[in-house]
């Protein structure tokens, strides 16, 4: 069965970082692209980033909130994405999710056009400012 499931959350000072890790099994790694999700407390689910191993284009995309602080990347041999998150904020703040794409490409993170078929189950991100 398609598993993902997310870790490396926790409480961290602003300024500081963390690695989330999202392991995926059940499926055929690089057929797929991933992309990272977070929600905070009364705001929508926000795209932050997604990786396509197997793309020769958008393989990478990264929210703006994301862009010079965070980055996404991947281990094939242990079916595994990663995000480093630094210079984390307050702001960022939200339960971290990791979800398939129903493709092999980013293009972007529009709910309401691109479809997401497997989510892990959720990692906290708790930033102290």
């Known amino acids: 069965e398609v598993q993902l499931v997310e870790s490396g959350g926790g409480l961290v000072q602003a300024g500081g970082s963390l690695r989330l890790s999202c392991a995926a099994s059940g499926f055929t790694f690089d057929n797929y692209a991933i992309t990272w999700f977070r929600q905070a407390p009364g705001k929508e689910r926000e795209g932050v980033a997604c990786?396509?191993?197997?793309?020769?284009?958008?393989?990478?995309v990264y929210a703006g909130s994301a862009k010079g602080r965070f980055t996404i990347s991947s281990d094939t041999a242990k079916n595994t994405v990663y995000l480093q998150m630094n210079v984390l904020k307050a702001e960022d703040t939200a339960v971290y999710h990791c979800?398939?794409?129903?493709?092999?490409?980013?293009?972007?993170?529009?709910?309401?056009?691109?479809?997401?078929?497997?989510w892990g189950q959720g990692t906290q991100v708790t930033v102290t400012s």
């Open positions: 979800a398939r794409v129903e493709r092999f490409y980013c293009s972007g993170f529009d709910l309401k056009t691109i479809v997401y078929d497997y």
């Open positions: 990786i396509a191993n197997g793309a020769s284009g958008g393989r990478t």
